[in-house]
């Protein structure tokens, strides 16, 4: 009884929190790619890839009314099914979408190790969220149906999602759009450091310094947060300001 009386509270809690506006645009960006910004909980930028035959998704996006207001919204623009998304980060904006996601049959892919961290940081992630956004909603944990090593191509090699270690968080990773020669580093790169609560400061610059080792054509580097359409020159920025704070909070 107690179980079925606190699956009605947990029902009426998700649903009320449902209840607002949503606050979600789509904008073409360049090609196939669509930006898309998101106000509900906290500014976030995301894209949308709608290729040949089908649409990807990249970032789940907050919650699952969010991921539905963007299916819409998509809907607009081409009749193509949302056949994938890409769970950039553990975080709440980057994965809180994926019921949504999963209902409707779409793949949800991600690296091993953001699946690992949501599996074993979710509860604790949702729990500061809602403590920074009081209307964010309790959200059962749904996972990702299909996890790779490190990298792994879609859209016949036009998305290329990779992982080269720890920086915003521990599971963050980019994804890179050859063709158009742009770069999501969603909540990896912005014009502010932002939060680096979860943030090994340590190996935040080295895994940043493999992205320019990496020598990828970077016409277009797109942020999580903040603005959104930065140049190249974003990611030795965002060196600079790591390498200050650090300095600045006595480390060398």
Partial sequence: MKRF???????????????????????????????????????????VYIGPRSVTVIGATWTPATAMELATQIKRVTDRPVTAVIDTSPDPECCGGNGYWRRIGAKIYAIGV??????????????????????????PLVMPTDVRADEFELQDGNVRAFYLGPTHTAGDIFVYFPREQLLDAGSIL????????????????????????????IRTVIAGHCSAV?????????LRMLKEHSQGNGRR
């Fill in 5 to 47: 009386v606190a699956g009605i509270l947990t029902t009426l809690l998700v649903s009320t929190a449902y209840a607002g506006p949503v606050k979600l645009s789509l904008h073409q960006l360049r090609g196939p790619l669509h930006l898309v910004i998101d106000t509900d909980f906290d500014t976030t930028n995301s894209l």
């Fill in 114 to 139: 953001t699946d690992d961290l949501l599996k074993t940081t979710c509860a604790e992630r949702d729990w500061r969220t809602r403590k920074n956004h009081p209307g964010y909603p309790i959200l």
């Fill in 190 to 217: 912005k014009s502010h450091l932002r939060n680096l609560a979860d943030a090994d400061l340590y190996a935040y610059p080295r895994t940043l310094h493999k992205l320019q080792r990496m020598h990828l054509e």
């Fill in 230 to 238: 930065h140049g190249p020159s974003l990611i030795t920025q965002y």
